[in-house]
């Protein structure tokens, strides 16, 4: 029997199409990362400055909407799922199975019985996946830039991690934000500034590996 041309080699499909397209970009996958989490932080930042009163009504419904709470904890769990299904360590692999059914009765127990902040909840896991996503990918990278990086991840985490156990919190900070027509307009405009000095760490410091 002839081997097979990657015999012995732990490529996944998902390194491989992400290898390439990189390369192809001529950029650093935090280059890439960084650029994704500009686009979103502006972004935001330019539809609250558009439309400031239709904005500031969403943010005070989405802590307790079910809508955005279903899709949060849907993308959460599929998500961490693809972190459990990548994991390399050897010593994990025995316990994948039960953990996969483990976090699905989860998800779903989540959605059915504790429907109360179900949005912020959701919000809150996938900060933590995101600060773990920043956190990997900036690790390697030469530029001491990557720190700013990372310590936005660990403001992520501490984040996450108080949403979760106090999601009224994340109301009162919408009520906080969105009071007065001022304060919203200045927080999207600090979101906006926030996102093009990404993007210009993403195409000078972060664009190389």
């Known amino acids: 029997m002839n081997p097979k041309p990657f015999d012995g080699i732990d490529i996944e499909p998902s390194d491989v199409i992400r290898h390439f397209v990189v390369q192809s970009m001529g950029m650093s996958r935090l280059s890439v990362l960084t650029l994704a989490l500009a686009l979103i932080s502006a972004g935001s930042g330019i539809l609250w400055l558009k439309n400031p009163v239709k904005s500031a009504e969403f ?19 599929i998500w961490y799922l693809i972190y459990l299904h990548t994991e390399t360590m ?13 976090f699905l009765g989860l998800a ?23 600060a773990k996503l920043m956190v990997d990918t900036a690790r390697w990278h030469t530029s001491n830039w990557r720190l700013l990086i990372i310590g936005w991840a660990y403001v992520l985490v501490i984040l996450g991690m108080w949403f979760t156990l106090s999601p009224w919190r994340f109301r009162d900070l919408i ?11 200045a927080v999207a405009y ?15 410091a972060f664009r190389n590996p």
């Open 59 to 77: 943010l005070r419904k989405l802590p307790r909407s079910l809508i955005v709470g279903y899709i949060t904890i849907a993308i959460a769990t």
């Open 90 to 102: 050897a010593d994990f692999s025995p316990y994948r199975r039960p953990l996969t059914v483990f």
């Open 108 to 130: 779903l127990g989540v959605t059915l019985y504790v429907r109360d902040f179900l949005a912020v909840r959701g919000l809150a896991i996938i900060m933590l996946l995101l």
């Open 175 to 185: 009520e906080w934000v969105t009071k007065t027509q001022t304060r919203f307009r």
């Open 190 to 204: 600090v979101r906006v500034a926030f996102g093009i000095f990404l993007v210009i760490l993403a195409l000078t």
